[in-house]
């Protein structure tokens, strides 16, 4: 089955620890986004990535990095100048060909830092 | 004024009532979708639309894209079906998505 795999659904570390969290896709899109939930707002995105070896900053940057490598594979670092890293991590992918449209997300991670 | 409005925020029914949640947006779109969010768990994607209606189970969700409108019903509601409910749209001409800041649903046995 074709989808979008994030690993663990919880994480923990210590504060000061840089952390990655894994997001990894078999549906061949291009388009890849990592997306922040606080409790009692609406999900904001942190970066974003159209096509292999680019990304873009979202609204809320600072304190991340991301690469991409690889198509399937869009792996999220919170380091450790994230202020308040605590919160749940969404990622999701999309494929735009014309009048196709195609769009998934990931269960999720939430991480906490102690 | 945020581009996608969910209502209620928060909901509480009994069980076995039929539910409506709903979703208004302000600019043009391609696609939205409704999400559901476990306490503590992760997101599944409940349906993705562009028009008219589309059914799963319990759940129906419908569309209005002239009214720029969308609801979420849940028939015969279920203490499992808490969760919070989300919505998002995919603007036109713009590959990111607009989340709502979602509907939190309390179902009482």
């Known amino acids: 089955d074709g989808g979008i795999t994030q690993s663990p659904k919880y994480l923990f570390r210590k504060e000061g620890q840089n952390v990655t969290l894994s997001c990894e896709q078999n549906?061949?899109?291009?388009?890849m986004y990592w997306y922040r939930q606080d409790p009692g707002q609406g999900l904001r995105l942190i970066y974003y990535s159209q096509i292999v070896n680019d990304f873009q900053k979202g609204d809320i940057a600072e304190g991340y990095s991301v690469s991409r490598e690889k198509k399937e594979s869009f792996p999220l670092t919170v380091t450790s100048a994230q202020k308040n890293p605590t919160a749940f991590y969404l990622c999701?992918?999309?494929?735009?060909?014309?009048?196709?449209?195609?769009?998934?997300f990931g269960p999720g991670t939430r991480l906490t830092v102690l | 004024k945020n581009e996608v409005e969910q209502s209620p925020q928060n909901l509480t029914a009994q069980e076995g009532e039929f539910i409506t949640i709903n979703c208004s947006y302000s600019?043009?779109?391609?696609?939205l979708h409704w999400l559901q969010q476990h306490p503590g768990g992760g997101i599944v994607s409940l349906f993705m639309?562009?028009?008219g209606k589309k059914k799963h189970g319990r759940l129906i969700a419908t569309i209005n894209i002239q009214e720029k409108h969308s609801s979420l019903h849940i028939t015969a509601s279920h203490p499992r079906d808490s969760a919070v409910y989300i919505c998002a749209v995919q603007p036109h001409r713009d590959d990111k998505i607009i989340f709502g800041k979602g509907t939190r649903l309390h179902i009482l046995p």
């Open positions: 639309l562009s028009s």
């Open positions: 999701a992918s999309r494929e735009e060909r014309g009048s196709y449209n195609e769009q998934f």
């Open positions: 600019v043009g779109i391609s696609a």
């Open positions: 549906l061949n899109h291009d388009a």
